[in-house]
């Protein structure tokens, strides 16, 4: 055939859709993430872990541009190390947040990525920073993503102050599960990582195993 | 002036057990429109074209009715507006929630979407403030509610839908049809449940 064309999808860019989740409980923090990625209409990626470690106990999940916001992740990861051995213990999570925060806000023309911050440290406990935009700010829970608006309503009703780790574990799948099901930019399996004193832990939920609802 | 989807219009009809339907609306601008007795009919989109036809609709509906001397179905009423909506799909911009019970299948939901497409749903929302509250229909809706369960499930979705859009607020209206008959519930903002964060 002659001068065959090029998918349309080679030439979109890559973008993570998404639905990511913070939650603060007390006692550490539980994050939650979708794994679709996608170039235009085509899902290029549907196993993506979109939970990007940036210190033993501190998490961030990415949203936006894959590349933006994996290029954030990296960076970052790289300064808290510097910043670790300059101070000679574990770094704050509101140190990571503050890094993460004052990339996005610097390039915040050029770049389109949201980066939820959430982890333990051993002064403030479990927390969850907001870095939409290049703003700061420390919230109970964080939503993002374009699969976030669709949830909105159901994390305003659900969500209660001094939730145990399984419940926050349970609000994360749920809301996931909502937000992957009408948000065609989000799907695939549910990432989620459980962060306290005690360590992190990673766990994956396959597309069967998550809760299915009325209509399904 | 054409207001496209920016009003304060959150509109949730859900379907209880076999003798009753519920069917809510939020805002400040009239977009509950009675087409029959027991027929209301929502609209969004551009409030000029929904009118226009929702009018045209209202007197077809009413001469219907004469000739087959007895209240029109809800889907006759849902075909009637779709039946526009799709003839004149490029000059209108309307979507409609049609809701009502008749005396062959009880409660029934349509929607009628921007192209001109029918179909039934149990629970259904629509306007700007409806995408925030998806989530919240998904998880918590239930087939075979009770009238309170219902109301009160309408009730909430539409406060957290006001909470999260700006351009929602106000009070709620209720309009809740029966094989009875049509009762208006009107919720004003500060007898509306709250959430943790207020």
Redesign the interface.
Known sequence: MLGEAEPQWLSEEVKTGTTIIAIEFNGGVVLGSDSRVSAGESVVNRVMNKLSPLHDKIYCALSGSAADAQTIAEVVNYQLDVHSMEIGEDPKVRSAATLVRNISYKYKEEMSAHLIVAGWDRKDGGQVFATLKGLLTRQPFAVGGSGS?????????????GMSKEESQQFVV??LA??M??DGSSGGVAYLVTIDKHGTEEKVILGNDLPT???Q | ESVQNSQTNVMLHTKLNDTSMEYVSSKTINKVIQVHDQIFCCIAGSLADAQAVTKAAKSHLSFHSVQMESPPLVIAAASVLKELCYKNKEELQAGFITAGWDRKKGPQVYVVSLGGMLISQSVTIGGSGSTFIYGYVDAKYKPDMTREECQQFATNALALAMGRDNVSGGVVHLVVITEKGVEHVVVPGDKLPRFHDE
């Open positions: 608006s669709y949830v909105y309503g159901f994390v305003d009703a659900e969500y209660r102050k749920n809301t909502l937000a099901n009408r609802f009325f209509d």
